[in-house]
T-cell receptor, first 113, second 114 residues
Framework: QQQVKQSPQSLIVQKGGISIINCAYE??????FPWYQQFPGKGPALLIA?????SEKKEGRFTISFNKSAKQFSLHIMDSQPGDSATYFC????????????FGSGTQLTVLP | DTEVTQTPKHLVMGMTNKKSLKCEQH?????MYWYKQKAKKPPELMFV???????INESVPSRFSPECPNSSLLNLHLHALQPEDSALYLC?????????????FGPGTRLTVL
């Protein structure tokens, strides 16, 4: 019940295209859903995060869509750029677990020039 | 200053060596974390410190020994490691364990055990 399932494992898109990464969870106690971006040899960096009281959050080219009833959330990267090529992890946390992050398995995104 | 620093960047050690990893932040965060990350995998939580006290140990082998000397510094002492312990070790911090605030990660220490 603590798992967060992420798909796809890898994604290749053309420059200017839309990248979509999906995550699903079971634990209804989760109430904070961040997305992290990680470049090779670097630590993960917070990209964008959402709480379940809203269905969508947008920051620049990055949008999180959240479906509480389906227990799913997704990251949309509009106008994808080669510099977006990285590994993306979704995560979830709850107050009951000291806000420990439960990570998805990761998606390796490659944006072709 | 929104940065978590980690030293060294790379470390190679034999199975009989003793070494330490260091992590530092000056953001006033009172929650600090150690994670282990294998290639193409998500970070795995090892330890959580809250107000300089160890609050969570995710059943980590005793060859890994964390230490939090003060609110800005976190160490991970390594002894008698195994080759399978080779990984990227990430430090992270957050304002408080219970807060929604962003968890900041350091760049990691790439550890190789021979």
């Amino acid at each position: 019940q603590q798992q967060v399932k992420q798909s796809p494992q890898s994604l290749i898109v053309q420059k200017g295209g839309i990248s979509i990464i999906n995550c699903a969870y079971e634990n209804t106690a989760f109430d904070y859903f961040p997305w992290y971006q990680q470049f090779p040899g670097k630590g993960p960096a917070l990209l964008i995060a959402i709480r379940p009281d809203v269905s969508e959050k947008k920051e620049g080219r990055f949008t999180i869509s959240f479906n509480k009833s389906a227990k799913q959330f997704s990251l949309h990267i509009m106008d994808s750029q080669p510099g977006d090529s990285a590994t993306y992890f979704c995560a979830a946390s709850s107050s009951g677990s000291a806000r420990q992050l439960t990570f998805g398995s990761g998606t390796q995104l490659t944006v072709l020039p | 200053d929104t940065e978590v620093t980690q030293t060294p960047k790379h470390l190679v050690m034999g199975m009989t060596n003793k070494k330490s990893l260091k992590c530092e932040q000056h953001m006033g965060h009172r929650a600090m974390y150690w994670y282990k990350q294998k290639a193409k995998k998500p970070p795995e939580l090892m330890f959580v410190y809250s107000y300089e006290k160890l609050s969570i140990n995710e059943s980590v082998p005793s060859r890994f020994s964390p230490e939090c000397p003060n609110s800005s510094l976190l160490n991970l002492h390594l002894h008698a490691l195994q080759p399978e312990d080779s990984a990227l070790y990430l430090c992270a911090s957050r304002l408080r364990v219970s807060s929604y605030n962003e968890q900041f990660f350091g760049p990691g220490t790439r550890l190789t055990v021979l």
